[in-house]
């Protein structure tokens, strides 16, 4: 490693050695000048090349940073130069002007020195650039520090310059100058600080610390019109520790740290404690003379902190409305969120009875699929279309939702369009084929306020509909799900298909029969195909016994509706069948199982699938009977009316089976008889 580098932990070693020479050579003037130590040569030697040599000295290492490494290199060469100019005009001053009595004011010496302003504002310029917060408040409590800084600094440093004050205009010019361009160096630092954290500002504060002892320097010779005082002696010992200050700080590693783009908390403590102190100054100005720069300056300060406050109101308002803003819509497809959609539901259900709205849920086929095979970028672009399509599709009669995940919504009125009309066209702005991929979407449906009385259910019974189409596709989870468990039933009962299709489809036509709607009819016709899932954890020899069973037998077969339940559980979107089957035994008059329900604390479904599954039997082969005619069965059916089955039930059945049309339940008959034995 070149041993000019910059380390990450510390300074280069050449860089420290150089500086500690340095710092021996000005600890060593300042021993001579304050203590008088040797001859008027050993004296003069200090006070002219020492000193010299340590402020060239800083001005080179501050010259040689910038020229060697890239970072904050134009900051630290416009610092380094104006370092040196400031250096040139001393060395001026010791070679041409150092018995010069009365020395010329102003002279090429003070030319050189003003130079270094310029050059030093421009670096400090850079470096707040690039090392300060970049948003407006950053900028407006910088402008706050800097106008209070100015503003104490000129009420201490004007009135003993103007007061030691005389000669020509031109020398009145150049001393005023110097203070003036101290106010300007200190107000940029100033803003420095108070635009980032306290925490790490170490080096501004540094800065700062070097510019104070310039400005107290420069204070001090003025206002001994340049006379040599022990006040003088001690404050020529301000500039060249001033100038090692810097060339410390031009080679510290942190020089070039990276400005946080998140203020802290803290940040906004130094505007206020600032401005806290100008409200002081100003306050002294009515009982002591403190200048009129100084009163100017400190009533633009307190003028930038009511532009401060006014921008941070207008800020919050704006954060406010965007919060809320973003609070009620997807950050992916700006479409309305959530909780947008709760709100507007609450609405839908504060209209009369007669102006209805239709709530769909829907969720997108085939999205998972997509995202795997093209990435989930190009699946959250699919969504942004999807929703851009839904949105313009729905926008005439009310408002599209993404509910999250491929989940999308709409509420609309149907006063201009009917509820199935919306969500077809809804259903086709939610589709969209390519090669390789086909998006569609299932849907489920409520009208409000007619089929629902509040939102949450309103919403459970919309999502209770969407999944229920879902499962009805031949590739969803549902369906496969279904398709494993007929198909267990099946290597156990070879001949179960034909028992579970007549069941199924005499319980369909019945349940239409009663005006089911499409939810409960789906969740009748899975209880009627799974009805005896719970049966594959019986053994085949009790299940083929062509005799009676005794008890223990018997006993595990009554436990095998809560098998089933318990089986279809496993699925959350077979749980409400897996109700149904538990409840397929039990008998209209309580003697049923497994917990002896009676009358309606059956489910209707239940009640239902055990007359039609009783029928399906009698008419089949039987390993335990012998096949019975129709007339026969349904004679059966009857006897077990009132007993067995739900007698009401027994004869919307026995319709379906003659084939009696458009006829309705009927009351229970009150009959009573033989229970039908359907193999348990």
């Given at each position: 490693?070149?041993?000019?580098?910059?380390?990450?932990?510390?300074?280069?070693?050449?860089?420290?050695?150089?500086?500690?020479?340095?710092?021996?050579?000005?600890?060593?003037?300042?021993?001579?000048?304050?203590?008088?130590?040797?001859?008027?040569?050993?004296?003069?030697?200090?006070?002219?090349?020492?000193?010299?040599?340590?402020?060239?000295?800083?001005?080179?290492?501050?010259?040689?940073?910038?020229?060697?490494?890239?970072?904050?290199?134009?900051?630290?060469?416009?610092?380094?130069?104006?370092?040196?100019?400031?250096?040139l005009g001393q060395t001026y001053y010791s070679v041409v002007l150092y018995y010069a009595y009365p020395a010329?004011?102003?002279?090429?010496?003070?030319?050189?020195f003003l130079a270094f302003y310029p050059a030093a504002f421009l670096g400090i310029v850079l470096l707040l650039r690039g090392r300060s917060n970049r948003d407006s408040f950053a900028w407006m409590d910088s402008l706050i520090g800097a106008l209070a800084v100015a503003a104490i600094a000129a009420a201490l440093?004007?009135?003993?310059?103007?007061?030691?004050?005389?000669?020509?205009?031109?020398?009145?010019a150049v001393s005023l100058a110097y203070p003036c361009a101290d106010l300007v160096l200190l107000g940029l630092v100033a803003a420095a600080l108070t635009a980032g954290d306290w925490r790490g500002q170490g080096p501004w504060l540094a800065i700062a610390a070097a510019f104070l002892l310039f400005g107290a320097a420069d204070v001090v010779y003025l206002s001994v019109g340049g006379q040599s005082t022990d006040a003088l002696n001690i404050a020529s010992i301000a500039w060249p520790a001033a100038f090692l200050i810097f060339a410390a700080v031009a080679w510290w590693p942190a020089s070039a740290a990276?400005?946080?783009?998140?203020?802290?908390?803290?940040?906004?403590?130094?505007?206020?404690?600032?401005?806290?102190?100008?409200?002081?100054?100003?306050?002294?100005?009515?009982?002591?003379?403190?200048?009129?720069?100084?009163?100017?300056?400190?009533?633009?300060?307190?003028?930038?902190?009511?532009?401060?406050?006014?921008?941070?109101?207008?800020?919050?308002?704006?954060?406010?409305?965007?919060?809320?803003?973003?609070?009620?819509?997807?950050?992916?497809?700006?479409l309305a969120?959530?909780?947008?959609?709760?709100?507007?539901?609450?609405?839908?259900?504060?209209?009369?009875?007669?102006?209805?709205?239709?709530?769909a849920l829907f969720d997108l086929n085939g999205f998972?699929?997509?995202?795997?095979?093209?990435?989930?970028?190009?699946?959250?672009?699919?969504?942004?279309?999807?929703?851009?399509?839904?949105?313009?599709?729905?926008?005439?009669?009310?408002?599209?939702?993404?509910?999250?995940?491929?989940?999308?919504?709409v509420l609309a009125s149907t006063e201009k369009m009917k509820a199935d009309a919306i969500v077809a066209a809804a259903k086709a702005a939610l589709s969209e084929q390519g090669k390789g991929f086909s998006i569609t979407a299932s849907c489920g449906m409520v009208e409000l306020p007619t089929e629902v009385e509040t939102p949450t259910d309103a919403l459970r019974l919309a999502d209770r509909r969407m999944y229920m189409e879902k499962g009805q596709r031949a590739d969803s989870a549902l369906s496969q799900a279904r398709s494993v468990l007929l198909g267990l039933l099946r290597e156990r009962q070879p001949d179960h298909d034909l028992h579970v299709?007549?069941?199924?489809?005499?319980?369909?036509?019945?349940?239409?029969?009663?005006?089911?709607?499409?939810?409960?009819?789906?969740?009748?016709?899975?209880?009627?195909?799974?009805?005896d899932i719970g049966k594959v954890a019986i053994p085949d020899e009790i299940l083929r016994k062509p005799g009676p069973l005794d008890e223990a037998e018997l006993d595990l077969v009554h436990k095998h509706p809560k098998i089933g339940e318990r089986v279809l559980y496993a699925a959350p979107a077979l749980r409400e069948v897996g109700k149904v089957v538990r409840s397929t035994h039990e008998h209209w008059d309580g003697s049923g199982y497994p917990d002896g329900l009676a009358g309606e604390e059956i489910p209707l479904a239940a009640r239902l699938i055990l007359i039609c599954n009783a029928y399906d039997a009698m008419v089949q082969s039987r390993a335990y009977g012998e096949r019975l005619s129709q007339d026969e069965a349904i004679a059966e059916?009857?006897?077990?009316?009132?007993?067995?089955?739900?007698?009401?039930?027994?004869?919307?059945?026995?319709?379906?089976?003659?084939?009696?049309?458009?006829?309705?339940?009927?009351?229970?008959?009150?009959?009573?008889?033989?229970?039908?034995?359907?193999n348990a």
């Open positions: 490693m070149n041993r000019l580098q910059t380390r990450r932990d510390g300074m280069p070693l050449a860089a420290i050695s150089w500086l500690a020479g340095l710092a021996v050579l000005l600890v060593a003037y300042s021993i001579v000048t304050l203590e008088s130590l040797g001859s008027e040569a050993t004296l003069d030697f200090f006070g002219r090349w020492v000193y010299d040599a340590v402020v060239l000295g800083a001005a080179a290492a501050v010259l040689l940073r910038g020229i060697r490494m890239e970072a904050e290199r134009a900051a630290w060469l416009s610092i380094g130069i104006g370092l040196a100019l400031w250096a010329p004011f102003p002279s090429p010496a003070d030319v050189l440093i004007f009135p003993p310059v103007l007061d030691a004050l005389g000669g020509s205009a031109l020398g009145v990276e400005p946080k783009r998140e203020r802290p908390h803290s940040s906004i403590v130094a505007p206020i404690v600032l401005a806290g102190t100008v409200v002081v100054l100003l306050a002294l100005a009515s009982v002591h003379k403190v200048g009129e720069i100084a009163v100017a300056l400190g009533v633009a300060s307190l003028l930038a902190v009511l532009v401060r406050l006014a921008a941070t109101f207008r800020a919050n308002t704006r954060m406010i409305a965007s919060s809320r803003e973003e609070a009620v819509t997807d950050l992916l497809t700006g969120n959530r909780r947008s959609l709760n709100e507007e539901l609450q609405g839908a259900f504060a209209n009369p009875p007669d102006r209805t709205t239709v709530l998972k699929s997509y995202n795997d095979t093209f990435g989930h970028t190009a699946g959250d672009d699919l969504l942004q279309r999807l929703g851009a399509s839904l949105e313009e599709t729905v926008a005439p009669w009310g408002s599209a939702f993404r509910l999250g995940g491929d989940e999308f919504c299709d007549g069941v199924a489809r005499l319980a369909s036509e019945t349940g239409r029969a009663l005006g089911l709607g499409a939810e409960n009819l789906d969740v009748l016709v899975r209880a009627a195909e799974m009805h059916l009857r006897r077990g009316a009132g007993h067995q089955f739900d007698p009401g039930l027994v004869e919307l059945v026995v319709d379906r089976i003659l084939g009696v049309k458009d006829s309705g339940a009927r009351e229970p008959s009150g009959q009573t008889g033989k229970s039908v034995d359907s």
